[in-house]
């Protein structure tokens, strides 16, 4: 099973400043990754898929980079409604699917 | 717009058997080049996929929970179907459904269904 880390686990970051959130995979998953966003009491909320692909309707600040063990999500200026849990997932050796344990991004 | 909402009990007790049902509009279970799994994440967790069907019905588990889990597929209610035996407190989670393309990420979420275990 791949396995997959999350930094921080925490990141307290001002409105309209960058935040970069870091995803490890335990071996190369290649470009198969996404990243969700998660709100208080909602289902999760797909930004990224194939490591850097934004999902139908996402922002152009949510941005996504890297491939093989190494990820990185960006958010170029956090909004208001920017404040989540982000996970990234695996899919490139299912089954299972594997998420991260998550980075709660948080007003600083 | 697809829409998928889960239902079933909200309460089970310990060593009964979790059943939930995801309903699946505004689109075709039977679309092929889609998958349908369920998800859950326990109180103040992260996430875990539990497992995956076909609209053809192959299935694929969780190895984790495999021995205890079982999904189904009723293309003509549009549904698909989560059963977990043996619960223990463990078991207490929102369990999500969602679609995935065959590339393996979830665009399409269920809201979520919180079920408890407990006697």
């Known amino acids: 099973e791949i396995v997959m880390t999350q930094s921080p686990a925490t990141l307290s970051v001002s409105p309209g400043e960058r935040a970069t959130l870091s995803c490890r995979a335990s071996q190369s998953v290649s470009s198969n990754l996404a990243w969700y966003q998660q709100k208080p009491g909602q289902a999760p909320r797909l930004l990224i898929y194939g490591a850097s692909t934004r999902a139908t309707g996402i922002p152009a600040r949510f941005s996504g980079s890297g491939s093989g063990t190494e990820f990185t999500l960006t958010i170029s200026s956090l909004q208001s409604e920017d404040f989540a849990v982000y996970y990234c997932q695996q899919y490139n050796n299912w089954p299972p699917h594997t998420f991260g344990p998550g980075t709660k991004v948080d007003i600083k | 717009q697809l829409q998928l909402q889960e239902s079933g009990p909200g309460l089970v007790k310990p060593s009964e058997t979790l059943s939930l049902t995801c309903t699946v509009s505004g689109g075709s279970i039977s679309s092929s080049s889609y998958y349908w799994g369920w998800i859950r994440q326990p109180p103040g967790k992260g996430l875990e996929w539990i497992g995956s069907i076909y609209y053809s019905g192959s299935t694929y588990y969780n190895p984790s929970l495999k021995s205890r889990v079982t999904i189904s597929v009723d293309t003509s209610k549009n549904q698909f179907s989560l059963k977990l035996s043996s619960v223990t407190a463990a078991d207490t989670a929102v369990y999500y459904c969602?679609?995935?393309?065959?590339?393996?990420?979830?665009?399409?979420w269920g809201q979520g269904t919180l079920v408890t275990v407990s006697s």
């Open positions: 969602a679609r995935h393309a065959p590339r393996g990420d979830y665009a399409d």
